[in-house]
């Protein structure tokens, strides 16, 4: 929302107005920005020069069927996912049912949920041996698999199904926030014009809510492309799971970089239509947003309808796995006490921790000088540049960035050993460090949009009364500025945190030996269906995640008063 006083004061100030120039501020941002390129860089240069050139042997072998498998997953989570994100935004914003309230942010409770676990816990319930068909044999008499059809949880269906159900919410929040922002009086005109409430949503609503949908689409997309978890456990032979197989089974990092430029050409795509649709968004603001949305009221069939419509995503992509989860986690409470789950908790908490209060140091030193020198374009290109992170999935963000981070390691113990006979080993590739460089390039993108949002509130005129005070730029951001955006700051260092605990196609590849986090230690347990024993462990990750959901429901009601 515009701050009202920014846009006030806005005309008496002329924030374009050339300032003497800081080659300190111009040289971190883009120091930072070339930081998180180096990944990028990286992949592209290791696919163009592979020290083994298998490229031929991929196409002619395994290639066609990972870019297949990759179109039919991304197809089929995002279609789902729009089909249902979309319809019960408009439910839950437009109409009276019961339940209406609940919903509204009981829809969002997905998001807490990462995709390889519900896997994993679907699979236990869903499976040959599992309670649900176990309940069906002894019910109809059935002896064997042949006596009766039971859909294959571990199959390309599986993973569309499980991937749709905590990633819808991006569809969701992004139509929701769309649909509460239009303007009630042309939908009031589609009415007077004999439009039945569905026939002003596909023509009225639905048309203004595309652009948004498109953008939830997107990040819908692209979340689907970085899962690994999923289709690593179902045996789905997407790209993501084809470069986990080059590098670590095949011991071809080459063909592994070379499989993740083909997969950053969907990346491009993706963003090239996220653009396109943000752009088409500005068209759009609603003249009466202040006004209560009069709902529409649903006879008690439709009533029921729409509560089922709106309950049933809950209850598959959150309910039941929370309530298995649980009751697999309480027999197992006595795990606090363990040392092997404190310190996988203690590198959880620590990696995450230090990568959320750096990602979100750079992103201030990005947004901060891009509002001291509002006319200097490369300043802008340099955030973008840096946002490009966010757009890597796990895998190939963690080749991106152990290729440079390795040629320094052997850099360094080549000149060590040359000079004073003296190893030095691995620095940074091979230790922590790496982890937290890889959660800093994939999640600056989410605190930079965060810290330039709650700077565009501030009024350019605290800027210029702080420097008619003698303040420096450096004093004006740490006495004015940090201290009016500490909320967006939070929000961001918060979900910044939130996001790397779940992070696993990374933290796998990237991590010491014999160094665990909560989210590679539940993959390894429960890939070796040792669900159970790694339960509390996953019940811990999800319940940190249910946090930003709070956050998430409270920001979007707020856009607009409720009845």
Same mark, same amino acid.
């Given at each position: 929302?515009?701050?009202?006083?920014?846009?006030?004061?806005?005309?008496?100030?002329?924030?374009?107005?050339?300032?003497?120039?800081?080659?300190?501020?111009?040289?971190?941002?883009?120091?930072?920005?070339?930081?998180?390129?180096?990944?990028v860089l990286a992949v592209f240069w290791l696919a163009l020069f592979p020290t083994e050139n298998i490229w031929p042997h991929l196409a002619d072998t395994v290639l066609?069927?990972?870019?297949?498998?990759?179109?039919?997953?991304?197809?089929?989570?995002?279609?789902?996912?729009?089909?249902?994100?979309?319809?019960?935004?408009?439910?839950?914003?437009?109409?009276?049912?019961?339940?209406?309230?609940?919903?509204?942010?009981?829809?969002?409770?997905?998001?807490?949920?990462?995709?390889?676990?519900?896997?994993?816990?679907?699979?236990?319930?869903?499976?040959?041996?599992?309670?649900?068909?176990?309940?069906?044999?002894?019910?109809?008499?059935?002896?064997?698999?042949?006596?009766?059809?039971?859909?294959?949880?571990?199959?390309?269906?599986?993973?569309?199904?499980?991937?749709?159900?905590?990633?819808?919410?991006?569809?969701?929040?992004?139509?929701?926030?769309?649909?509460?922002?239009?303007?009630?009086?042309?939908?009031?005109?589609?009415?007077?014009?004999?439009?039945?409430?569905?026939q002003s949503f596909y023509r009225v609503s639905l048309p203004i809510a595309r652009p948004a949908v498109a953008v939830g689409l997107s990040l819908v997309s692209m979340?689907?492309?970085?899962?690994?978890?999923?289709?690593?456990?179902?045996?789905?032979?997407?790209?993501?799971?084809?470069?986990?197989?080059?590098?670590?089974?095949?011991?071809?990092?080459?063909?592994?970089?070379?499989?993740?430029?083909?997969?950053?050409? %969907?990346? =491009?795509?993706?963003?090239? @239509?996220?653009?396109? #649709?943000?752009? $088409?968004?500005? +068209? !759009?603001?609603?003249? *009466?947003?202040?006004?209560?949305?009069?709902?529409?009221?649903?006879?008690?069939?439709?009533?029921?309808?729409?509560?089922?419509?709106?309950?049933?995503?809950?209850?598959?992509? %959150?309910? =039941?796995?929370?309530?298995? @989860?649980?009751?697999? #986690?309480?027999? $197992?409470?006595? +795990? !606090?006490?363990?040392? *092997?789950?404190?310190?996988?908790?203690?590198?959880?908490?620590?990696?995450?921790?230090?990568?959320?209060?750096?990602?979100?140091?750079?992103?201030?030193?990005?947004?901060?000088?891009?509002?001291?020198?509002?006319?200097?374009?490369?300043?802008?290109?340099?955030? $973008?540049?840096?946002?490009?992170?966010?757009?890597?999935?796990?895998?190939?963000?963690?080749?991106?960035?152990?290729i440079p981070l390795a040629t320094f390691d052997n850099s360094i113990d080549a000149f060590m050993r040359e000079q004073f006979n003296i190893s030095t080993g691995l620095?940074?590739?091979?230790?922590?460090?790496?982890?937290?460089?890889?959660?800093?390039?994939?999640?600056?993108?989410?605190?930079?949009?965060?810290?330039?949002?709650?700077?565009?509130?501030?009024?350019?005129?605290?800027?210029?009364?702080?420097?008619?005070?003698?303040?420096?730029?450096?004093?004006?951001?740490?006495?004015?500025?940090?201290?009016?955006?500490?909320?967006?700051?939070?929000?961001?260092?918060?979900?910044?945190?939130?996001?790397?605990?779940?992070?696993?196609?990374?933290?796998?590849?990237?991590?010491?030996?014999?160094?665990?986090?909560?989210?590679?230690?539940?993959?390894?347990?429960?890939?070796?269906?040792?669900?159970?024993?790694?339960?509390?462990?996953?019940?811990?990750?999800?319940?940190?995640?249910?946090?930003?959901?709070?956050?998430?429901?409270?920001?979007?009601?707020?856009?607009?008063?409720?009845?």
């Amino acid at each position: 929302m515009t701050d009202i006083t920014a846009t006030a004061a806005a005309p008496l100030i002329d924030t374009r107005k050339p300032r003497r120039f800081m080659p300190g501020w111009y040289s971190v941002a883009w120091g930072s920005a070339i930081l998180v390129m180096l990944p990028v860089l990286a992949v592209f240069w290791l696919a163009l020069f592979p020290t083994e050139n298998i490229w031929p042997h991929l196409a002619d072998t395994v290639l066609p069927v990972y870019i297949r498998t990759t179109l039919l997953l991304l197809a089929g989570v995002g279609g789902l996912s729009v089909v249902i994100g979309v319809s019960t935004a408009w439910l839950v914003t437009m109409c009276n049912f019961p339940g209406r309230r609940l919903f509204e942010w009981a829809l969002l409770l997905p998001f807490a949920m990462p995709a390889y676990l519900i896997a994993y816990l679907y699979t236990d319930l869903l499976e040959y041996a599992g309670p649900l068909q176990s309940f069906l044999r002894e019910l109809f008499g059935w002896q064997t698999a042949r006596d009766y059809w039971f859909p294959e949880i571990r199959s390309l269906g599986g993973a569309i199904s499980m991937l749709t159900l905590v990633l819808y919410p991006y569809v969701y929040l992004l139509s929701r926030a769309s649909f509460l922002e239009q303007s009630m009086s042309i939908r009031d005109a589609s009415r007077i014009f004999g439009c039945t409430p569905l026939q002003s949503f596909y023509r009225v609503s639905l048309p203004i809510a595309r652009p948004a949908v498109a953008v939830g689409l997107s990040l819908v997309s692209m979340e689907t492309l970085n899962d690994f978890g999923t289709v690593d456990y179902f045996a789905v032979k997407s790209l993501s799971a084809g470069i986990y197989d080059a590098w670590l089974n095949m011991g071809n990092i080459g063909a592994a970089a070379q499989i993740a430029t083909l997969m950053m050409v %969907f990346v =491009i795509l993706l963003i090239s @239509l996220e653009r396109i #649709a943000r752009s $088409r968004q500005k +068209q !759009f603001n609603a003249s *009466d947003r202040f006004r209560s949305i009069d709902r529409y009221s649903l006879s008690p069939l439709k009533a029921l309808l729409a509560t089922t419509a709106c309950a049933l995503p809950v209850l598959l992509g %959150f309910l =039941i796995p929370f309530l298995v @989860l649980g009751s697999y #986690a309480l027999p $197992r409470l006595d +795990q !606090f006490a363990e040392a *092997d789950f404190l310190a996988h908790a203690s590198h959880s908490f620590t990696l995450s921790a230090l990568a959320a209060v750096l990602t979100v140091a750079v992103a201030v030193v990005l947004a901060y000088s891009k509002r001291l020198y509002p006319g200097f374009k490369s300043l802008t290109l340099a955030t $973008r540049f840096s946002s490009l992170g966010y757009a890597l999935p796990g895998a190939v963000l963690a080749i991106g960035v152990i290729i440079p981070l390795a040629t320094f390691d052997n850099s360094i113990d080549a000149f060590m050993r040359e000079q004073f006979n003296i190893s030095t080993g691995l620095l940074l590739s091979g230790t922590p460090f790496a982890i937290v460089f890889a959660y800093c390039v994939r999640f600056l993108a989410v605190s930079t949009g965060s810290v330039e949002s709650s700077l565009a509130k501030v009024t350019p005129s605290m800027d210029m009364a702080s420097r008619s005070l003698g303040l420096n730029p450096l004093q004006t951001l740490r006495r004015v500025h940090l201290p009016l955006i500490r909320g967006g700051l939070l929000t961001a260092v918060l979900v910044v945190f939130v996001d790397a605990m779940k992070e696993l196609p990374a933290t796998l590849i990237l991590r010491p030996f014999n160094y665990d986090t909560l989210a590679t230690y539940v993959y390894q347990y429960a890939s070796d269906e040792m669900l159970e024993t790694s339960a509390l462990a996953a019940l811990l990750i999800v319940l940190v995640g249910i946090v930003p959901v709070i956050l998430l429901s409270r920001t979007i009601t707020s856009t607009r008063q409720s009845e």
